[in-house]
DNA sequence: GTCTATAATTTGATAGAC
DNA sequence: GTCTATCAAATTATAGAC
């Protein structure tokens, strides 16, 4: 019953920590905080809220995997990628500490290729493109978007717009996030049959 | 003659730590760099380094505002200002470490009203985004962009996915962010007279 | 399983000689 | 103007008692 490394660690109590910790990184946001200061907030001390979390970056890595999961569960499994995206954005408006947490680590751990959040960072990313690209497509066969667009390429500029709107609305709350992906979103439907995917390379990346 | 906050310091030789620095951190990269690694590359020591910097992150904004000051100098004043920006993420995508501690600072600094760069990206932002909005406006003039899209909110989007797309490229440096940006743009020039623009609010946040 | 205590570093910043 | 030396503080991680 245990689970890849967490094995004897408690793994009820570990989730348990987790969406407390969520809570705090949630209400109090989060600027750089430390191991210590999240065990105070959870009511641990610093080496007692260590002995779940091989590190601190495990640590925080693992509370955004929760935020992950909380996301995933909450959305509709059937609705269609770009609203899910809409809605999770929507939600981040809501969760300043964890938008601030988000963003700090993705930088660290994608300019890192030793960090241990790098690899789940590549999958995640991986996988969200995977899916708006497949909604990008689905789009395209019904006609409602120019099939001459890299939907690949599409599907980068909306994950683009999700994360860079994130440093604009840290500076300005009033910025609305999901109203510009919106916008990408709209264009990309009212320019269909213009000859908008028109570029000269043809490759994806 | 003395400039504001750096009375006293010996402008040209700062001025001559900053062209070196740059290059370094072009070269050698930024992980989270302390201020004694690059003082180290400078050839200077640490306190010798901090004579000419009231503080790291003084130090790192400074790096930044001679970037964006080399960059306006390598760019045609006279250019569309979307050409202009093509032009400078294109050259980011030759400054690895550039890019790395802009994403990570920005990230710092507009997280962090107290920390000592946050103004100066307030102003940045700012800056860029009026003028990315004017150059929107001059198309929707001439006919090019519809006018119901939002020109304030389309330049919000060139920046975020300006911003954003550093993250998928330090994932993986094959990526083209200059091509993202530009589908956007040719989705706005696509989709003119197509309604694109049409949405529940007016305002531009 | 949780805590106390502490190790082992590291870092930014300052004081003061030269 | 630059360096050496040092400070003071903070942090993660671990060892070991209970």
């Known amino acids: 019953m245990t689970r890849r490394g967490s094995y004897a660690k408690g793994i009820a109590k570990r989730e348990e920590i987790l969406a407390t910790a969520l809570e705090v ?49 909450r959305t509709d499994p059937g609705a269609d990628m770009v609203e899910t995206l809409l809605d999770v954005v929507r939600h981040n408006a809501e969760t300043p500490g964890l938008v601030q947490l988000f963003a700090s680590t993705s930088v660290a751990a994608t300019s ?16 969200v493109l995977a899916h708006l690209a497949g909604a990008v497509r689905a789009r395209q066969d019904a006609g409602e978007i120019d099939p001459a667009v890299d939907a690949d390429r599409l599907a980068r500029v ?17 910025v609305d996030m999901a109203a510009s992906i919106e916008l990408v979103w709209r264009l990309a439907l009212a320019a269909v049959g213009s000859g908008a995917g028109a570029t000269g390379a043809s490759g994806t990346a």
Chains 1, 2 share one sequence.
């Open 25 to 73: 990184v949630d209400r109090a946001g989060f600027r750089g905080a430390s191991v210590r200061e999240l065990a105070d907030a959870v009511g641990l001390s610093q080496a007692g809220l260590l002995h779940y979390f091989d590190s601190k970056e495990e640590l925080f890595t693992a509370i955004l995997r929760k935020r992950d999961e909380v996301d995933t569960s």
């Open 112 to 127: 890192d290729v030793g960090h241990p959040a790098h690899d789940w960072f590549v999958d995640r990313y991986a996988n």
């Open 158 to 174: 909306l994950v683009a717009v999700s994360d860079g709107m994130q440093v604009q609305w840290m500076l300005d709350p009033e």
